[in-house]
């Protein structure tokens, strides 16, 4: 099954200007822990709740002062809307994600987890071993 059959296509996006207050309420309005940071259409990083966790509120820092661009994650992984849902599972295993913007001539235009993997049946194996993976604790070397 092809991605674009799997995402979430409604996604909403913050601008990198946009405080890190106004897009923890916009995860806690839409119940989600990732929003795409976007210029326009173009993907530019992404903001998790981890990120404000660890770099706002662990930091002491204002939240209604902070601006998205400065603690976003920029280097995203992504995926595009014909890739498989077996790859897109690998993916995210091979990388520690959750989840992967969906991006198409440089536009996003959806968004799929691994909890979308795990709703198609034929994929609960390639879905479970990916969350499996991803959620191995980091060990110290």
């Known amino acids: 099954m092809k991605l674009k059959e799997l995402m979430t296509d409604n996604v909403h996006c913050c601008s ?3 405080t890190v207050s106004e897009a923890a309420k916009m995860m806690r309005g839409i ?3 990732i929003i795409p940071v976007c210029e ?5 990083g ?8 660890l770099n706002v509120v662990a930091e002491g820092k204002d939240a209604n002062r902070v601006l998205i661009e400065n603690c976003m994650s920029s280097t995203v992984v992504t995926s595009h809307p014909e890739m498989d849902a077996h790859e ?7 990388h520690q994600v959750r989840r992967l913007p969906v991006v ?17 049946g034929i994929h ?3 879905a479970g071993r990916a969350l499996s993976e991803i959620s191995v604790p980091s060990r110290p070397h």
Request: charged letters at 30%; glycine letters at 10%.
């Open 46 to 53: 992404v903001i998790t709740d981890r990120d404000i966790v």
């Open 104 to 120: 198409e001539k440089g536009q996003l235009v959806g968004i799929v987890s691994i909890g979308d993997l795990a709703t198609v």
């Open 16 to 18: 990198p200007r946009d």
């Open 88 to 94: 897109a599972a690998e993916l995210m295993s091979e």
């Open 124 to 126: 609960e194996n390639e």
């Open 31 to 33: 119940n989600v822990g």
């Open 40 to 44: 326009g259409e173009q993907l530019i």
